[in-house]
């Protein structure tokens, strides 16, 4: 089963972005996004490539956010699609059954496309305000996650369902009782002065037993 963490990358230039992503996978984070908006194919290359050899060398799986092209090149483990990024379907053509093609989805009805599309995990969201993106959704509360995901059942969908969007330690309980498979998260490890013990307690509260 996938990791119940997930490190979305930040950083305005490659340098920066690959200190970040060496930081949280020395604090033990062992799933990284590379999320590297408004460059060149150039630059995204560059430093994928370094990110995919840093992820080798730490066991960690390696997604690249929404250039599909870009992860097949470098042999990624995978991709993230956005709601405006290629198909799932026409993603698969070029990945294979192999790879993890991961989706995101702001209510029940994207989730209930993007998981009959074949995607392999959704990054539900966003949970509440979050800085680290633009054009924000409507938020959707520990309530509306209860919501999205009791209608899952009830579909008999079980894509394992990652919620994200400002994710705060003391969130994590709230959220695993709705049934969330885990986060994702950016700002919080990226900020930390302390990311080997953030992500520890992250850790532990993932892998905590759940009383619903």
């Given at each position: 089963?996938?990791?119940?963490l997930q490190y979305i990358s930040q950083g305005e230039t490659a340098e920066k972005q690959l200190y970040n992503i060496h930081q949280?996978?020395?604090?033990?984070?062992?799933?990284?996004?590379?999320?590297?908006?408004?460059?060149?194919?150039?630059?995204?290359?560059?430093?994928?490539?370094?990110?995919?050899?840093?992820?080798?060398?730490?066991?960690?799986?390696?997604?690249?956010?929404?250039d599909v092209l870009l992860a097949h090149k470098i042999g990624a483990d995978g991709v993230h699609l956005g709601l405006t990024d290629m198909n799932i379907l026409a993603a698969r053509a070029i990945l294979g059954d192999?790879?993890?093609?991961?989706?995101?989805?702001?209510?029940?009805?994207?989730?209930?496309?993007?998981?009959?599309?074949?995607?392999?995990?959704?990054?539900?969201?966003?949970?509440?305000?979050?800085?680290?993106?633009?054009?924000?959704?409507?938020?959707?509360?520990?309530?509306?996650?209860?919501?999205?995901?009791?209608?899952?059942?009830?579909?008999?969908?079980?894509?394992?369902?990652?919620?994200?969007?400002?994710?705060?330690?003391?969130?994590?309980?709230?959220?695993?009782?709705?049934?969330?498979?885990?986060?994702?998260?950016?700002?919080?490890?990226?900020?930390?002065?302390?990311?080997?013990?953030?992500?520890?307690?992250?850790?532990?509260?993932?892998?905590?037993?759940?009383?619903?």
């Amino acid at each position: 089963m996938f990791n119940k963490l997930q490190y979305i990358s930040q950083g305005e230039t490659a340098e920066k972005q690959l200190y970040n992503i060496h930081q949280a996978l020395d604090a033990g984070c062992k799933w990284i996004q590379m999320r590297f908006k408004n460059q060149t194919f150039e630059n995204r290359i560059i430093l994928a490539e370094a990110v995919k050899n840093l992820c080798e060398e730490y066991l960690a799986t390696f997604i690249v956010n929404d250039d599909v092209l870009l992860a097949h090149k470098i042999g990624a483990d995978g991709v993230h699609l956005g709601l405006t990024d290629m198909n799932i379907l026409a993603a698969r053509a070029i990945l294979g059954d192999t790879k993890i093609i991961g989706a995101t989805a702001n209510t029940f009805e994207d989730l209930l496309l993007q998981t009959k599309n074949g995607c392999d995990y959704i990054g539900l969201g966003p949970f509440q305000f979050t800085e680290t993106k633009e054009k924000l959704s409507p938020i959707l509360g520990a309530e509306g996650y209860v919501s999205i995901l009791n209608k899952m059942k009830s579909e008999n969908i079980t894509t394992p369902v990652y919620a994200i969007g400002g994710i705060t330690l003391e969130n994590i309980e709230s959220l695993m009782k709705t049934g969330v498979h885990g986060i994702a998260v950016s700002g919080m490890i990226t900020k930390s002065l302390q990311k080997e013990k953030l992500v520890q307690q992250l850790n532990d509260k993932l892998h905590a037993d759940v009383i619903i």
